[in-house]
């Protein structure tokens, strides 16, 4: 795995580089900024780019994932972050990243959540973000829906789902507004990880992470359905 590693904190940047090339990862560049992190990433093209969303305010940090996103479309951009309201997570996961990490996981659990993303699936840590999801929601999608939900599930993208499902891509988008708006979801990212944990009926259940070796549960993450670079709208 070869890694580009950004946050505004320069020492804890450098400490998670240090355990991540003890892991026999390659981490090609650790930066501070925005800019910094968006012209690494550009030049190094790592596998993936952990990106503490706040460098130095909110508003550079998904400024340089949606550059990223455009620029280096085969990154997986993880958002690490120590915040704690749904806004800053919505605001983030609606451009299409490929998981989110609390800061308030240990360094092992990072590196586990980035094994799982490097695996191609999709994690979402599940922290206070998380909000309930009832069995009823299921209830309320239409069979072409309910369908839609499993194809997502799968990782198909867009294009695949509509030609499998013999409809047009226009129809094909409003079934996955439908079934996002009904699962409360802002993006298709967290459509699966909703699905996932509430298991509804018809969707894969979400993988276990591997635990941890002193014998504790693996953190707290949602793993979903393989990505397949990453999850077009």
């Known amino acids: 795995m070869r890694l580009v590693i950004s946050d505004g904190n320069r020492i804890l940047g450098e400490a998670l580089a240090a ?25 190094c093209k790592p596998d993936i780019c952990l990106l ?23 990154t997986a951009v993880v958002v690490l972050s120590d915040l ?17 990490v609390s800061k308030d996981r240990s360094v092992a659990q990072i590196v586990t959540a980035l094994d799982a993303i490097m695996d191609g699936k999709l994690v979402l840590d599940q922290g206070p973000w998380r909000k309930p999801v009832s069995t009823a929601s299921a209830v309320d999608l239409t069979p072409r829906e309910a369908e839609v939900l499993q194809r997502m599930i799968a990782g198909q993208d867009t294009r695949r789902m509509a030609c499998e499902m013999s409809v047009t891509v226009s129809t094909l988008r409003t079934y996955v507004k439908n079934v996002l708006a009904k699962l409360g979801a802002h993006s298709r990212l967290e ?10 009926p ?32």
């Open 19 to 43: 355990v991540m090339q003890d892991s026999e990862h390659e981490v090609v560049a650790v930066v501070s900024s925005a800019d910094d992190c968006v012209s690494a990433v550009t030049a």
């Open 52 to 74: 503490e969303v706040r460098i130095p305010h909110l508003e550079d940090g998904l400024r340089a994932i949606q550059e990223i996103r455009d620029e280096c479309p085969a």
């Open 84 to 100: 704690r309201d749904r806004r800053t997570w919505s605001q983030a996961n609606k451009l299409e990243i490929a998981g989110l």
């Open 191 to 200: 459509a699966v990880a909703l699905a996932s944990r509430a298991n509804l």
């Open 202 to 233: 018809d969707a894969a259940s979400p993988r276990q992470l591997p635990a941890r070796p002193d014998g504790e549960e693996a953190p707290p993450f949602d793993v979903a359905a393989p990505r397949q670079a990453g999850i077009p709208q």
